[in-house]
């Protein structure tokens, strides 16, 4: 059949499944609008505030689904507006495909109004990068980003389609996806009997799981691995929920801000298995001491991981859970009482603990646990309340943290959030915010009151820029140099003044209720938190430092004594 460039590109959504796209029109990328309105029973629009947050809404999609979430820019600075987004996707392995439209071939590379090198520009922080000039290449283009972004360890992939392939007609010929399938020829039997005998042989053997665990969606195998080798498991930020948070060999987040039992506990192991963790500098620490009485074993789908940060004294390279299908027969049900004892002996030294009097992050985040069951979507901004998160709330299952890791985006949790519970519209889904965050890209509020997208906000409100104000605090002389943000701004008025509601918290007691409140009001909903400016979160590891060199507020108390 002959259809249009625009045409096809819908027709390839469609093929590929897309049911939801998010994105800000424009004129170069017009064509395919237009496209998109006579399609749009079948493929839901978002109109995002700000191209930012088509891409954020985009990961977040992908985050909570597994999917591929799609974000739609125009030419110029509407494609340079996704760049931030990209990246974070690109940082956490996150399936994206972003399609921006150019100018016309004839204008490329002329200065032309609105015209830069997306394709060029944001190479290497995607998988892949194209620029479509011609519309028999629409199809075939289209069709290999969604394979890209999907294969291997996944990512995000541009498509940057100038304006004439948009108009011009050709012959397309529908076809179907091909499947996906996990990559195994790298699996090699000589390994995994080499790792079955090293664990085998352990007497502290320590499970330490990442991202790439809830990509491959290794959760029944990881779990059923941990309890037959009876090893403790840690996680970092992107693992959470693939090893149940209420799990009795679950000993919490391993890193800067990890807890001690796990930081010690990894310390002291002498084999330490590595599921999908790249072994970021936020999680080792002092690289050359990081389970310096450990052997490890790194499995990972990506080769490019192993020995980057750390030297691995086995790899095992393919899908964690066809690694994990073929390790866990080979090893031995094994009872090691002694270790676990030791470690709940550390669990009970060192747990989390804050300040019980007045309203803090960490009760906030306990309180959302306890409202929502662990039942919950959660995304989070960048900062102290991310941390908190990870550490206070309890995820039973993966994808249901959404944060940004790798790259740390401010502004990331909002878009996210409206992402997530446009592909999950049976769930509660809660923004965990900063002040600082909040103002980033708060006019995504206005996109979900629009859209009809019932998110709650929660601002963990401490009038400061909170995780960079504690570095001050600890490392730079309390200098608090343009972290203080007193302003008059009312996050209340701001909600409700972009058609959401307002609530809020000055007290303990007023929490709960307008948690409830909120999930019941199938609107979106903003609650604003008012706690200390200078509430820090511990456990704490100083850059450059043992991960067992962990400390909190009164291991900083006893050093003042001393």
């Keep these: 059949m002959q259809l249009n460039g625009s045409e096809i590109v819908i027709a390839c ?23 998109l309105y006579k399609h749009k029973d079948e493929i839901r629009h978002v109109l995002t505030s700000h191209e930012q947050g088509a891409a954020h809404a985009a990961d977040g999609y992908a985050r909570a689904t597994g999917r591929v979430g799609v974000c739609m820019a125009t ?14 996707a690109y940082m956490d392995s996150v399936p994206v ?21 997306i394709a060029g520009i944001v190479t290497p922080i995607t998988k ?9 290449d629409i199809a075939p283009v289209i069709r290999r980003a969604f394979s890209i972004a999907r294969t291997g360890r996944p990512g995000p992939v541009l498509v940057d389609i100038t304006k004439d392939a948009t108009s011009n007609v050709t012959e397309y010929q529908p076809e179907k996806p091909k499947e996906i399938r996990p990559l195994g020829d790298t699996i090699i039997r000589e390994d995994l009997l080499k790792a079955a005998e090293l664990i085998n042989n352990a007497k502290r053997p320590y499970i330490f799981v990442g991202g790439g665990a809830v990509i491959s969606e290794a959760y029944e195998e990881v779990r059923a691995f941990a309890e037959k080798i009876h090893a403790p498991v840690a996680d970092t930020l992107m693992g959470k929920g693939v090893f149940d948070g209420n799990h009795p060999l679950y000993t919490g987040m391993l890193g800067m801000h990890g807890t001690k039992t796990s930081n010690f506990g990894v310390t002291e192991c002498d084999l330490l298995i590595v599921m999908g963790a790249r072994f970021s500098d936020r999680v080792i620490g002092n690289a050359k001491k990081f389970a310096r009485n450990a052997k490890i074993v790194h499995i990972d789908i990506d080769p490019a991981e192993i020995n980057k940060n750390i030297k691995a004294h086995l790899r095992l390279i393919g899908d964690l859970k066809d690694v994990l299908r073929e390790l866990t027969p080979l090893v031995e049900k094994q009872a090691h009482e002694e270790w676990l004892s030791h470690i709940e002996k550390l669990r009970q ?13 960490p009760y906030i985040v306990e309180q959302i646990y306890q409202a929502t069951g662990g039942d919950a979507i959660i995304t989070t901004e960048v900062g102290q309340h991310q941390m908190w998160a990870a550490q206070y709330y309890r995820f039973p299952m993966p994808r249901r943290l959404l944060s940004s890791g790798g790259l740390g985006t401010m502004g990331y949790g909002l878009g996210a959030s409206m992402g997530a519970k446009v592909a999950c519209p049976e769930k509660t889904v809660f923004n965990i915010a900063g002040d600082g965050c909040f103002r980033m890209n708060l006019n995504e509020l206005a996109t979900a009151v629009r859209e009809n997208i019932p998110v709650i906000e929660v601002i963990i409100n401490n009038h400061v820029l909170g995780m960079v104000r504690q570095w001050q605090t600890l490392y730079y002389g309390k200098r608090y140099s343009n972290t203080v943000l007193n302003d008059s701004v009312d996050f209340v008025k701001v909600a409700e003044a972009m058609g959401a509601e307002g609530i809020r918290v000055t007290k303990k007691e007023e929490l709960m209720p307008a948690l409830l409140k909120a999930m019941k009001a199938n609107r979106a909903v903003v609650i604003d938190c008012i706690i200390d400016s200078d509430d820090k979160v511990f456990p704490m590891v100083s850059p450059g430092t043992p991960i067992d060199e962990a400390f909190d507020g009164d291991d900083l108390e006893k050093r003042k004594e001393v």
């Design 13 to 35: 959504l469609k093929e590929q499944g897309v049911d939801t796209v998010f994105g800000y029109p424009g004129g170069a990328i017009l064509n395919i609008y237009d496209e």
């Design 75 to 88: 030419s110029g600075p509407g494609a340079t507006n996704l760049v931030t987004g990209i990246a974070t």
């Design 97 to 117: 495909v972003a399609i921006t439209a150019n100018v016309t071939t004839q204008l490329l590379g002329k200065d032309s109004f609105q015209e830069v090198d």
């Design 128 to 136: 892949y990068s194209f620029i479509v000039k011609n519309v028999e």
């Design 349 to 361: 030294t060192y747990p989390l603990r804050y300040n019980p009097e007045g309203l803090t992050g």
